[in-house]
Nanobody, 126 residues
Framework: QVQLVESGGGMVQAGGSLRLSCAAS????????MGWFRQAPGKEREFVAT????????YYADSVKGRVTISRDNAKNTVYLQMNNLKPEDTAVYLC???????????????????WGQGTQVTVSS
């Protein structure tokens, strides 16, 4: 079965950095567009970033643009989220998601993604 396992979360001070990883198994990772979303307590799930199946196309939420970089290593079946200049409002559970729609560039819409990880907690203190 498909598994997405996030790691790399933690507690950092405002202005700090974290690099999240999502290791995928049970699917043809090199054909899957990937996304990162986040959910804070009491709030709806929010799009963060997405990357195409080739890695050549990326798209970011306005709230993180310029501070976050999504990348992938198809040899390692892993997608990354490098987050810099973190703010307290970035505090949330971060989830990665995969879609096997062929030749897909990725999407900011959660309904597109068939598979989800359990998430990793990111806490940013002021």
């Amino acid at each position: 079965q498909v598994q997405l396992v996030e790691s790399g979360g933690g507690m950092v001070q405002a202005g700090g950095s974290l690099r999240l990883s999502c290791a995928a198994s049970g699917l043809t990772f090199s054909s899957a567009a990937m996304g990162w979303f986040r959910q804070a307590p009491g709030k709806e799930r929010e799009f963060v970033a997405t990357i195409s199946w080739t890695g050549s196309s990326t798209y970011y939420a306005d709230s993180v643009k310029g501070r976050v970089t999504i990348s992938r290593d198809n040899a390692k079946n892993t997608v990354y989220l490098q987050m810099n200049n973190l703010k307290p409002e970035d505090t949330a559970v971060y989830l990665c998601a995969a879609t096997t729609i062929p030749n897909y560039s990725g999407s900011p819409y959660s309904r597109v993604y068939e598979y989800w990880g359990q998430g990793t907690q990111v806490t940013v203190s002021s």
